[in-house]
């Protein structure tokens, strides 16, 4: 599309444009709105300053005839010779601050707007946001607030910036990319004026978008009532005697199946899926050649969730067979949980499909991950801390379930608090926005592939596309998620992500400022002592006490002057530090005892030969505890 065109397509749409004029190569200029800008409108030009098709600051029709012949004769000399489909067109020269608006059909999740600044610099600034197309009002201003040049909204040097003007283009671009063949387009600049905005330079690419289709999935994924594991085995080194025993703990019906057993574990080993009495759960841990040709027969049995265990898929190049997974779990309606999964986990059936360490506690938290090692290292971590989960769902190469069913499919367990995710790639993005936006539990992300070499390693890993790092994260991010950066966040984060406000009662100066830095920076406010808690505190600390928050109770001070500290101190809205470095006198052991049974208190020793009675006191209790102030930033 010319030029001219592409401004009477925004027109439709209600995007102002300046006043303009097309012509012809032979025909006259006339014009009456100056100063005006005159540029080539040319398929054979696509950037217009580059080869001298744009001339700006023209005051008189005498001017712009000349501007005519400059323009003529630069792209001549650039080997550009024009015929008459090309055209002209005459604007008016619109001033203001520059923004830009663009947009791309993205593999992951389609339609995708980005805006912000504006200008020459635009690709050396990178000041844009992410916005998707289905985003209202609300999520068109978070994602814009994390910009730079949204900080001139409401009012910057006097002059008034209209957040209505941001959110009222952006909704009008998103119409139009969203009906028109369109696959591609950039503005740039588009003109903030004390009207609106005013689209000025505009390139548009056409093309087809591939879309994909959500299907309503029919059954709860975590309907496990009868459950059968493919591939069970007496060989402690598989993977399948690792799920046959993680399973038989739990309130389901357990099956066991391997044509080459008898027993296992006391119970009967099937042969076939035609001696199996009807199940809703399978677990397939058998090699990748015969994953197939199980699954459609279990699919024809009526079996409705599928866990395949197995790899040797798409992250192997194997994309054949996945695809062919994918059509079946349509074919059947199943829900298909991998490949090249670790499996999955039920609280409330004190259920463990996985292969993973036996030892999973319930609690509150849904943890998603496509890495069956990552997955792996967080149970075994959240363990050491007596964390617990409701669900964890690995979700391997995603060949058919994927993030957004599992948001879903989380939204009507009460036990779930939160859902938290760890992510090399997405799949269906524009899914995956959509359940987060409707999700009515907190959803935390992790995304991995940062960098170009993560992406690659994420490709060979899982098969799955990582995409752009920032938009994933940008889109999430508007969309109501929470973007985590170190990995423990998933486990830690959670618990205490609603405190506000944070103090601090420690025996040493300088690590209650480091630990009052990292807080900040973190979002917490530092609680402020209220007069009474003054007075009370000056009766029961040395004279020499901080006076504030960090409550610094002095280096000599035992578990006493620290539960004198408390009992004045304590708030249960408050998430409070207890900060203890190692003198003579400090009886950790005594301390550690005062953290008991109070979720909002954190010890934390900073030490590490001195407190190991004191490390392994917390273990023994399932106690989170810290030895260090960064790792602290984790939890926040």
């Known amino acids: 599309m010319q030029e001219y065109q592409l401004l009477q397509l925004l027109e439709r749409y209600g995007i102002t444009v300046p006043k303009y004029r097309t012509f012809e190569i032979d025909q006259k200029f006339f014009f009456d709105r100056f100063p005006c800008v005159l540029k080539i409108d040319s398929p054979k030009v696509v950037h217009k300053s580059d080869v001298g098709g744009v001339r700006m600051g023209i005051h008189s029709n005498e001017e712009l005839q000349r501007a005519k012949y400059e323009i003529l004769s630069n792209l001549q000399k650039h080997g550009i010779f024009l015929d008459l489909e090309d055209k002209f067109i005459v604007e008016e020269e619109v001033r203001g601050e520059e923004f830009y608006i663009g947009g791309i059909f993205d593999p992951i999740f389609e339609e995708v707007l980005l805006f912000g600044k504006g200008g020459v610099l635009i690709e050396i600034e990178k000041d844009i946001c992410y916005i998707d197309s289905e985003a209202d009002a609300k999520e068109i201003v978070k994602s814009f607030k994390t910009t730079k040049i949204s900080k001139i909204f409401p009012q910057f040097r006097g002059k008034e910036y209209k957040i209505e003007y941001v959110i009222d283009v952006v909704q009008k671009f998103q119409k139009l ?16 004026t004390e009207e609106g905005f005013v689209a000025v330079d505009v390139r548009m690419k056409q093309g087809i978008k591939s879309r994909f289709e959500a299907r309503k999935r029919s059954e709860d994924i975590f309907h496990n009532e009868k459950v059968a594991i ?69 699919g024809q049995k009526g079996v409705k969730n599928i866990i395949v265990i197995s790899a040797g898929f798409k992250e192997s190049g194997n994309k054949e067979a996945e695809e062919k997974l994918t059509k079946l779990a349509k074919q059947y309606d199943l829900n298909i949980l991998g490949p090249n999964c670790l499996g999955l986990y039920n609280a409330q059936k004190e259920l463990n499909l996985t292969f993973a360490a036996d030892t999973i506690l319930p609690g509150s938290i849904a943890l998603l991950s496509q890495s069956g090692a990552v997955l792996s290292a967080l149970i075994d971590k959240a363990a050491t801390y007596s964390i617990g989960f409701s669900h964890i769902l690995s979700l391997g190469n995603m060949a058919d379930f994927d993030f957004g069913d599992a948001i879903e499919a989380l939204q009507n367990k009460s036990q779930c608090t939160s859902i938290n995710i760890y992510a090399e790639g997405v799949r269906h ?34 098969g799955n596309m990582s995409g752009s790092y920032e938009m994933l994260a940008g889109l999430c991010h508007s969309a109501g998620a929470k973007i985590k950066h170190d990995i423990d966040e998933l486990i830690f984060a959670p618990h205490y992500e609603n405190y506000k406000e944070a103090l601090i009662i420690t025996n040493a100066g300088g690590p209650g400022t480091i630990l009052t830095d990292i807080l900040v920076q973190h979002g917490k406010k530092m609680y402020e002592l209220t007069p009474k808690e003054l007075k009370l505190l000056n009766k029961v600390l040395p004279p020499t006490w901080s006076k504030n928050n960090p409550v610094d109770i002095i280096g000599d001070a035992t578990s006493e002057r620290y539960r004198a500290a408390l009992e004045i101190l304590y708030k249960p809205q408050l998430l409070i530090f207890i900060l203890v470095t190692p003198q003579f006198m400090t009886d950790g052991k005594n301390i550690a005892k005062l953290v008991e049974d109070r979720p909002n208190l954190i010890p934390i020793f900073f030490g590490s030969e001195t407190f190991k009675p004191v490390f392994a006191y917390f273990q023994q209790h399932r106690i989170l505890y810290f030895n260090d102030l960064e790792n602290v930033a984790n939890i926040l």
């Not at 990319?177 to 903030?192: G, K, M, Q, R, T």
């Not at 926005?433 to 890993?461: C, D, M, N, Q, W």
Request: without cysteine.
């Open 177 to 192: 990319f969203s009906a028109e063949p369109i696959v591609e387009f950039d503005v740039n600049p588009l003109i903030y």
């Open 429 to 462: 993005g524009k899914k995956f926005l959509r359940r987060i936006r409707k999700s009515s539990k907190p959803i935390f992300v992790y995304k991995a592939g940062k960098t170009e070499a993560a992406k690659k390693a994420a490709f060979s890993h899982t």
């Open 230 to 298: 493919f591939g069970a085995t007496d060989n402690p080194k598989k993977v399948g005697y690792a799920l046959a025993k993680n399973a038989l703990a739990s309130k389901a019906d357990i099956y066991f199946v391997n044509p080459k057993l008898k027993e296992l574990f006391g119970k009967r080993v099937y042969h076939d899926i035609k001696e199996l009495p009807p199940i809703d759960t399978a677990v397939i841990a058998i090699p990748s050649e015969y994953v197939l040709t199980t699954v459609e027969k279990l």
